[in-house]
């Protein structure tokens, strides 16, 4: 979740007029064109970030954010404009327009992301449409020769793709990731690949999604885990009954995640990765476990599940990551807060007052009268002047086939 003050929180959730304040550039190029909120349609600026797709939860996605812009050119304003290969940084602001004089009401702006307008713009139209994607658009450009053989870990490659591709990384990224020292043989990437799924390789190796954060710099998270190994966390956002015009929310059966199958391309070579691990494992009739993993140092990778956890785990995949073929290279999950496998998640989606604080993978706590559920934000809605939309989007029939109980295999040395 974003940083911001309670006093700027309490504008929006007030209903005070928001403005926009969005700056056109051009990479490569000097000079600037500026565009508000007057140039801007009724409802005619909305943003959506989803860090799933499928109706699964997974580990080591990249989705790119998308800005739907309908601009205003009833007089021609926007005629001569040039957006192809544009960027737009999008603010938002707000002010206490009723304040008295001496309270010097200041603006105050929050950043909602840089989006590329990499589509053909008609802007001799009344209404000039724009929708443009964020910086992960230039990652989806193909490897068109074999990697520098300088290339030897994880930050290594992540280095050169920010190079190539020209994006920039948000601070703290080669801190956070606990695997880019991990050594590896670009050699392995033997087919043509895009530069955007070797990120999604990166994530899933260090256990996290990559995105593209509000300044427009490529980062990496995961959902924030509140588990009983972590009994003080609290959630990003407790809904209260005022915030929240409909919510829809299934809570027959709670999710949970399980690890991941990796597979080729070919869908063969299946290999299953748990997240966390025990190098000495003891089982008994009171531990669960998905599967065996891959091995550290002779002893097998494994998650337990205590059997009081009521519910179903299941074991999305992940296809075709060259840099774990043909490679001795274990995994190791770095599991933050405690454990993955006791996200629980439920269908949901809500409709609530405006909040651009809200960041993807932020963790909601809504309450009913009939009991209270931490949910995961994986797709965000904002619209300038309108509602936010919040959801956990899984698909509960798929999850259910999915889901998946395994007694602790015996573990053999």
């Avoid at 140039?39 to 954010?65: C, H, N, P, R, W």
């Avoid at 307008?117 to 994607?133: D, F, G, K, M, N």
């Avoid at 966390?276 to 089982?283: F, H, L």
């Avoid at 990551?321 to 933050?336: D, G, K």
């Amino acid at each position: 979740m974003l940083t911001v003050s309670d006093d700027v929180k309490n504008l929006f959730l007030n209903h005070y007029r928001q403005t926009a304040r969005i700056t056109m550039t051009w990479p490569g190029r000097t000079g600037q064109r500026m565009i508000t909120e007057a140039d801007i349609m009724q409802g005619g600026l909305t943003i959506d970030k989803y860090s799933a797709t499928g109706g699964e939860i997974d580990v080591g996605t990249f989705v790119a954010a998308q800005l739907t812009l309908k601009l205003n050119n009833f007089k021609g304003k926007f005629n001569t404009w040039d957006f192809q290969n544009a960027e737009l940084f999008v603010e938002i602001g707000i002010k206490k327009w009723d304040a008295y004089h001496w309270e010097n009401a200041q603006m105050h702006y929050i950043p909602m992301g840089v989006y590329a307008v990499t589509s053909p713009v008609r802007s001799r139209e009344r209404v000039v449409t724009i929708v443009a994607l964020d910086r992960a658009v230039y990652t989806d450009k193909l490897l068109d020769a074999a990697l520098p053989s300088t290339i030897s870990t994880l930050g290594d490659l992540l280095t050169h793709i920010c190079t190539t591709c020209g994006i920039t990384c948000a601070d703290g990224v080669s801190s956070s990731l606990p695997q880019l020292s991990t050594v590896i043989d670009v050699s392995t990437i033997t087919e043509r690949v895009s530069y955007r799924n070797m990120i999604r390789w990166i994530a899933f190796l260090n256990s996290r999604n990559a995105y593209f954060d509000n300044d427009g710099n490529l980062a990496f998270g995961f959902y924030k885990i509140l588990t009983h190994y972590v009994p003080h966390r609290s959630p990003d956002l407790v809904l209260k009954t005022s915030d929240i015009y409909n919510v829809d929310i299934d809570t027959s059966t709670v999710f949970r995640l399980g690890g991941s199958n990796y597979r080729a391309n070919d869908g063969s070579a299946i290999m299953i990765i748990e997240w966390g691990y025990d190098e000495s494992p003891q089982w008994d009739e009171h531990w669960w476990t998905i599967s065996a993993g891959k091995f550290i140092g002779g002893a097998g990778v494994e998650i337990k599940k205590t059997l009081y956890l009521d519910g179903t785990y299941y074991v999305p995949d992940f296809y075709d990551c060259q840099l774990i073929e043909n490679s001795e290279t274990p995994i190791i999950w770095n599991v933050p807060q405690g454990g993955l496998d006791e996200l629980p998640m439920y269908p949901f989606r809500a409709q609530i007052k405006p909040m651009p604080w809200l960041e993807l993978m932020d963790i909601v706590r809504y309450k009913n009268r009939h009991g209270q559920w931490d949910i995961p934000i994986t797709h965000l809605s904002f619209t300038l002047n309108g509602s936010t939309i919040i959801a956990c989007d899984i698909d509960a029939q798929l999850l259910n086939q999915k889901g998946t109980y395994m007694e602790a295999p015996s573990l053999v040395l």
